[in-house]
């Protein structure tokens, strides 16, 4: 049975066979606030990481997948596959530049491909 993760992946590395620059490595870094300290008035908190591959859509306009979002001046649609979350406020980090996730879908719920908006 062929998964959205395996078509994914597949047309990822296509794409970086044929266009060098095109797909790159991408980490995603997610802090989560943990128990609240009376004594330094902070919360403790957990940072993870996931790495995977992020392409930038330039294409497609970010009203054609997010419709109800109004996007600001630098903000990029990015394809993300091999992550198995993403979330608004983790950080994506590819190109030597690290950047704020603003939006996130889900392509087809799989938990394997997103499309993010980040800037």
């Known amino acids: 049975m062929t998964t959205v993760a395996a078509i994914a992946a597949a047309a ?3 794409v970086a066979a044929e266009v060098t620059d095109a797909i790159q490595s991408a980490t995603l870094t997610r802090t989560t606030k943990g128990a609240y300290s009376t004594t330094t008035a902070t919360y ?13 859509d ?6 054609d997948v ?9 903000e990029e649609l990015i394809l993300l596959e ?17 950047r704020s996730v ?14 993010a908006v980040a800037r």
């Open 58 to 63: 330039t294409v497609k306009p970010i009203a």
């Open 12 to 14: 990822f590395d296509a």
């Open 82 to 98: 091999g992550f198995t979350s993403c979330r608004e406020g983790d950080t994506l980090t590819f190109g030597g530049r690290a």
């Open 44 to 56: 403790a908190e957990t940072t993870s990481n996931q790495t995977g591959r992020a392409v930038i």
């Open 102 to 115: 603003m939006m996130v879908q889900d392509i087809l719920g799989a938990g394997t491909l997103f499309y």
């Open 66 to 74: 997010f419709p109800d979002y109004v996007a600001g001046p630098g």
